[in-house]
């Protein structure tokens, strides 16, 4: 089965390209197929955000979709400090990676100096018209500090310059590529089983 995954994102791509392996599956994307659309990500939630990219799509190609979209919640923290689908975005203005390594530190300051977080991934799937599948799945606690790492080298994600992984006490800039495919483990185990109850695996 061909599944375009409505994304251009080439890490997210090669994630789920890997996350499907031995199964009977076809990831396409975007390009693969010579398309370019621009989504109005209008949504309050990573489900409606997932769901308007997915809608967009399917109804140019008519080819079943799967669509993602993430956000960061915090504990703890006011509701407008909440960063939710606007990790990069503070008061309208799209943060450097060093300028989010600056502002993430300081809220964890502010409010004691480790607070507690996890991505909310929203997963939508369409697969006709009317024949939707949806869930929301929460990845595993983290913790971000108030002092970044001294080594601010990461693979795309600033993030990791000042977040801490509870289970072996690193940043996750500092974490194996195999330390980070077990921490994953979870969230691919949940997002193969979405797919599973929707029928397509």
């Not at 375009?4 to 080439?10: F, G, I, P, Q």
């Not at 300028?99 to 607070?115: P, V």
């Not at 599948?133 to 994600?157: C, M, Q, T, W």
């Amino acid at each position: 089965m061909k599944l375009l995954y409505a994304t251009e994102n080439a890490s997210k791509i090669c994630n789920m390209r890997y996350r499907l392996t031995g199964y009977d599956i076809e990831i396409i994307t975007p390009k693969d197929i010579g398309i370019h659309i621009e989504v109005d990500e209008n949504g309050t939630t990573p489900i409606e955000n997932a769901r308007l990219k997915a809608q967009a799509y399917f109804d140019k190609t008519g080819i079943p979709t799967l669509a993602a979209d993430s956000g960061l919640y915090i504990d703890d923290i006011p509701d407008e400090a909440q960063p939710g689908l606007f990790v990069r975005r503070v008061n309208g203005k799209k943060l450097s990676d060093h300028e989010m390594i600056q502002h993430y530190c300081a809220l964890s300051n502010t409010y004691g100096g480790k607070l507690t977080a996890r991505y909310v991934t929203g997963l939508v799937l369409l697969l006709g018209d009317e024949l939707e599948h949806s869930v929301e799945i929460p990845d595993d606690d983290f913790i971000i500090s108030n002092k970044p790492n001294e080594n601010r080298a990461h693979r795309g994600n600033p993030l990791d310059v000042v977040t801490i992984c509870p289970a072996n006490g690193k940043y996750f800039n500092d974490c194996s590529l195999e330390e980070l495919a077990i921490m994953a483990n979870s969230f691919d185990k949940k997002c193969i089983g979405f797919l599973k109850d929707a029928g397509i695996l």
